[in-house]
Structure formats: structure tokens, C-alpha cells
């Protein structure tokens, strides 16, 4: 029996007119719905969840929005419109046309980029698949969802790619896409964060807040690509990543909302009677954030990597918001100044700019993500409690790069194991606050009602009321 995919698939790739390439997707989707099925929302089969659909490029109306049965949802393949006379723009091959076909000299390296990319998205559902069974409203379960079949429809990004563009091996890594799974001992998913537990919503917003925020600025590099279907697949990945973000930014800025409200309204400021009150507690969230914060960090690599130098030079993956920087898009001369650990200080030192592109990255992610953490310490002061959020020093917890292994607190002082161990308790979520966070969570399931350590939104999805039935459950 044949399946007319280009039906099925939403596409903007002419999939109908690749035999090769619809029977390499006809045999990967049952795999990729066994895997929905197995590791996808638990307990979301049948439910009718309001979700928006990519159903096209256009600026305007790129999206629909409607009730969809989550196992029905049509996971399509976008990418951004071509520009006939795109260039490469940095790197050695600057000013050449941008790449239709992989290079064979950067198969190997292309190949590797879009599978570390891919398997993130997989990876992300994996991490988030309970969370469903506590949800602390029908408006937050309705935007987890969202966020699971759009992380599912950036696997069929990357699987696209990799099957459209790298044969044997490519079809080879679509499968493994399928096979790793996040946390397993023994096939685990390729970056660190991507194996932690996100089990509890908290997790859930700090997550969306501080991951997806990677996932962020490794597509804006890669939509610089000199492989130009990588780089349209990305740009229109980054339309949906938007939303991931603000998921988690109006989430946790919700969380504090709450709980600085009651702070104020019972005059408590002692943490545990905070949570008397049924509220996370401030300092918690500060450990979330701490521990969020640091494992996203440790994503973008080793400070200086020589990897990193030649992905940039032969124009497979570029920077932040290349076009837009002055320079000269080559890097040969240039360079850029890390930090390094001199005895128990931490010293600023000149790198070559080549190889510290993981750092310059990670410090533009990390301009970004201040900006959210003041707009909640707003809400805390609006509030008028007197307490601030701050992100940790950069080498705080960290286990990948020049700080892996060394201690340091948040404030950015380096300190013998001793000192670590006795404040640790203070700056890294313990396993009693996760008990704590965890014994709040519990499902709410009536539209316009919400879990009492979370404020409602101020605006509901796609102009929708606060209290849409969001969710259907069947
Ligand atoms: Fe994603
Ligand atoms: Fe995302």
C-alpha cells in the first residue's frame, strides 16, 4: 500500500517528486510514531489539545491554530524560502555561492552538526513526558504539548536533512535519532542536559527558559550556514522556538508572581513558611535557576575547540548574528578574551578568536538570557519583597570546559572542596527542595483554574480567554 506523503507530510519541499527520498520517509515515520507513542506525552492519546500547526513559510500565517488529536498531528517539512543568489559569508569559503549539495570535503563534520542538533529535539520530549500527568492548568499542559509536537517536528527537520542530503549514513542516524533515549545508561542522548530529569514544572519552565534558549543561538549559527538548506531549515525552526521561550520566561515570571504575592499578603519572608503557604519559596527558585543556568552553559562547549575554529572556517556553522558584525568574517587575526583559572583567581586572557567561537557564543546566550532574569526581578519588586534573582558566575557548576571540576560559587570565587561541599546546599537545588517542588505539583484540569503556586497568564493563546477549554480529554 502506498502512502501519498506529500499529503500527509505538510511540505513546502516538492516531497512528492523525490521517489527516493518519500520511501526513506515512508519507512522512517512508523518508526517515528512507534517512538511518539512509547516516549511522546504519557497519557495524552486522544486528547483534542488547541494547537498551532506549521502549515507554511508566509511571515503572516505561517500557522494554524485548532483542536488537534495529539497522535494526529501532521508533523511538516519547512524551510524558509531559497534566495537564488545566496552567498557563503564567512569563513574560507566567503563570497562563494552558498552550497545546494553537501560538500564532500565537510559531509563528515555537516553530518555530525545537524545529528547533535537533532538529537536534542527527541531528547527534549523524552525529558518532558510526565509532565502532562501534573499540569497546573489546561493552559500549561495545552503550551507543554506545543512545545512536544513542535521539538517533534524539528526531529523531522533534522531527520529531512539527513535523509535528503546524506544517503546511507544519513539514514542510518535518522534511525539512531530514534533509538537514544535521554537518561539511559547505556544509549543515552549525545549532550549532558538533555539526560537530566525535567520533573517537575518548575524544571519544565527553567528549561523551556534557559534550554530552548540554547537551541536559540546554535540554530542562529547554523542559519548562517554555507549549507543553505541547513540554514533555511533553521530560520524557520526559530519561528517556533519563540514561543518555547516565552513558555518558560511567563512561566517561571507566573511562579514568582504567586509567590511574592502571598510573601506580601501573609507578611512572611522565612522560606519555609513560604511553603507553608504552598508556594515555592524564592531562594528555591534561585536554585533552579542556578543549576538551569549552569548545565545549559556547559552546551556550548569547550571555551577554546579547535572543532569549533574549523566548523566556522569552512563555513558550516557560523556566529551569532554573523552578517550583522563588522569584522571581517574571517577570524585569522583576531582575538577574544576568555577566562582562565590562575591559581585560585579567575584572569581574562586573549585567546585566538577561531578557537574561543564556543565561548563568544555562550557569552552572547548569556547577554540574552540576563534579560528575562530582570524582567522577573521586576515582577518580585513590583510586588514590593526585597529579593533578587541573578544568574551564577559563569564558572559556577560547571562540568564541561577550562571550570570543569573547579569550584566556584555563584559569585565567582574559586574555592577548596571543603568550602563547596558546606554551601552547596545553598546554591544547588537539594533533593528535599525537589520533594518539596514535587509534592506541589498535582493536575489541574478545570478551564480558568490554576494550581495555587502558580499565577494565571494575563492573556490567553491566539487571543483565546484565560478559562478556553485548551485541553479536551476524551
Ligand atoms: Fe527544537
Ligand atoms: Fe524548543
Redesign the pocket.
Known amino acids: 500500500m502506498s502512502v501519498n506523503y506529500s499529503e500527509k507530510i505538510p511540505n513546502n519541499v516538492n516531497l512528492s517528486e523525490d521517489k527516493t527520498l518519500q520511501r526513506a520517509l515512508e519507512h522512517w515515520q512508523p518508526e517515528f510514531y512507534e517512538w511518539w507513542s512509547a516516549m511522546g506525552p504519557e497519557g495524552s492519546r486522544n486528547f483534542d489539545v488547541y494547537l498551532r500547526t506549521a502549515v507554511s513559510v508566509d511571515r503572516d500565517g505561517w500557522a494554524q491554530f485548532g483542536y488537534v488529536k495529539m497522535p494526529d498531528y501532521r508533523w511538516g517539512i519547512f524551510l524558509n524560502p531559497a534566495d537564488a543568489g545566496r552567498k557563503i559569508h564567512f569563513g574560507e569559503h566567503k563570497g562563494q555561492p552558498a552550497w545546494q549539495e553537501v560538500p564532500g570535503e565537510h559531509r563528515a563534520n555537516l553530518r555530525r552538526i545537524i545529528v547533535a542538533q537533532g538529537d536534542t529535539e527527541p531528547a527534549s520530549v523524552e525529558q518532558q513526558r510526565h509532565l502532562g500527568l501534573t499540569a497546573p492548568s489546561l493552559y500549561d499542559l495545552r503550551n507543554l504539548f506545543q ?1 512536544n509536537v ?2 517533534g517536528r524539528h526531529l523531522w527537520a533534522a531527520v529531512y536533512l539527513l535523509q535528503r542530503y546524506f544517503g546511507r549514513d544519513g539514514r542510518e542516524e535518522a534511525e539512531a535519532l530514534l533509538q537514544r533515549r535521554s537518561g539511559d545508561a547505556d544509549n543515552p542522548r549525545i549532550l549532558g542536559a538533555f539526560n537530566e530529569r525535567t520533573s517537575d514544572w518548575l524544571s519544565f519552565f527553567m528549561f523551556t527558559y534557559f534550554t ?1 534558549r540554547d ?1 536559540k543561538f546554535q540554530l542562529c549559527a547554523l542559519a548562517e550556514s554555507g549549507f543553505d538548506p541547513l540554514a533555511r531549515t533553521t530560520q524557520f525552526m526559530l519561528t517556533e ?1 519563540a514561543h ?1 521561550m516565552f513558555v518558560g520566561e511567563s512561566g517561571v515570571s507566573r511562579v514568582i508572581q504567586r509567590t511574592s504575592q502571598l510573601m506580601k499578603e501573609h507578611g512572611v519572608e522565612d522560606p519555609a513558611r513560604v511553603r507553608a503557604l504552598g508556594a515555592i519559596d524564592l531562594p528555591t527558585i534561585q536554585r533552579y535557576l542556578n543549576f538551569h543556568y549552569s548545565v545549559t552553559i556547559d552546551l556550548f562547549g569547550s571555551d577554546q575547540s579547535s572543532n569549533a575554529a574549523s566548523f566556522y572556517s569552512s563555513g558550516l556553522k557560523g556566529r551569532y548574528e554573523e552578517t550583522k558584525l563588522g569584522d571581517d568574517h574571517v577570524l585569522k587575526n583576531d582575538t577574544y578574551k576568555v577566562l582562565e583559572l590562575a591559581g585560585d583567581r579567575l584572569l581574562e586572557k586573549e585567546v585566538p578568536a577561531l578557537l574561543s567561537l564556543n565561548e563568544r557564543l555562550r557569552d552572547d546566550y548569556i547577554k540574552d538570557s540576563i534579560g528575562g532574569v530582570e524582567r522577573w526581578n521586576k515582577v518580585i519588586e513590583k510586588a514590593g519583597v526585597a529579593f533578587r534573582l541573578r544568574v551564577p558566575h559563569k564558572a559556577f557548576n560547571r562540568k564541561i570546559g577550562t571550570f570543569a571540576g573547579v569550584r566556584v560559587s555563584p559569585d565567582g570565587r574559586v574555592l577548596p572542596e571543603a568550602q563547596w561541599q558546606a554551601n552547596v546546599r545553598e546554591w544547588l537545588p537539594s533533593e528535599q527542595d525537589r520533594a518539596f517542588v514535587a509534592s506541589l505539583m498535582g493536575r489541574v484540569a478545570e478551564p480558568g483554574k490554576f494550581a495555587g503556586w502558580i499565577a494565571p497568564p494575563a492573556t490567553g493563546i491566539n487571543r483565546q480567554p484565560v478559562d478556553f477549554q485548551y485541553v479536551r480529554f476524551n
Open positions: 512545545v513542535e521539538e530552548d537551541g522556538e518555547h
